[in-house]
């Protein structure tokens, strides 16, 4: 089993749409997390932060669920501009981050 | 100036030739990497640096030679390269051992190998 391991996707959906991807992790160690955008040719681009408490930044949500080792992004009212690869990547103390596979995404007009 | 920045942004090489990708970064973290994205591929790990010294090799063959002389640069020295080497080459860097902290990207080299 990967260590982290994502829906590949694609996910097409129309805008205005809700979508939510998940990320499973195997390393029950594991303590940071974090979502990263990819947009085709280019570089990853922090997102955002996962917190154990959850975290909202405007049209975007994250939540870490220890119990089942995912962690989940919400994309509310999708935009166009919003199609792109999601990376998640999980780290533990000392250790390299593991990048998923990332899932990607189409927002469609 | 941005926070990682790479050179050259785009490379075209034969396979005997010799050259090498630079990174820089302005955030004064002190470990740096190199990863390689080939196409529909994941990141896959290739170099970790943390206070200038080389802390991981992911089994990278030795064609692929990196060099870290401060906590604000990496380069990544490429000779005798294959065409299966073509890709893209991200730095990334981190206030230490990632693992705790997020790691920034520069905008990486897209290298071909003819």
């Known amino acids: 089993r990967k260590e982290v391991e994502q829906d590949p996707g694609p996910f097409n959906v129309p805008e205005g749409a809700t979508v939510a991807f998940n990320c499973t992790y195997s390393n029950s160690a594991s303590q940071s997390f974090f979502w990263y955008r990819q947009d085709c040719r280019k570089e990853p681009k922090l997102l955002m932060s996962v917190y154990s408490s959850g975290n909202e930044d405007g049209r975007f949500t994250a939540q870490l669920n220890r119990a089942s080792q995912y962690i989940s992004l919400l994309i509310r009212d999708s935009k166009l501009s919003d199609s792109a690869t999601y990376l998640c990547?999980?780290?533990?103390?000392?250790?390299?981050?593991?990048f998923g596979p990332g899932t990607r995404l189409s927002v469609l007009p | 100036e941005t926070g990682v920045t790479q050179t050259p942004r785009h490379l075209v090489m034969g396979m005997t030739n010799k050259k090498s990708l630079k990174c820089e970064q302005h955030l004064g973290h002190n470990a740096m990497y190199w990863y390689k994205q080939s196409a529909k591929k994941p990141l896959e790990l290739m170099f970790v640096?943390?206070?200038?010294?080389?802390?991981e090799n992911n089994s990278v063959p030795s064609r692929f030679s990196p060099e870290c002389p401060n906590s604000s640069h990496l380069f990544l020295h490429l000779h005798t390269l294959q065409p299966e080497d073509s890709a893209l080459y991200l730095c990334?860097?981190?206030?230490?051992?990632?693992?705790?902290?997020?790691?920034?990207f520069g905008p990486g080299t897209r290298l071909t190998v003819t």
């Open positions: 990334a860097s981190s206030q230490t051992l990632a693992g705790e902290y997020e790691q920034y």
């Open positions: 640096y943390n206070f200038k010294e080389q802390t």
């Open positions: 990547a999980v780290g533990r103390d000392g250790q390299n981050f593991v």
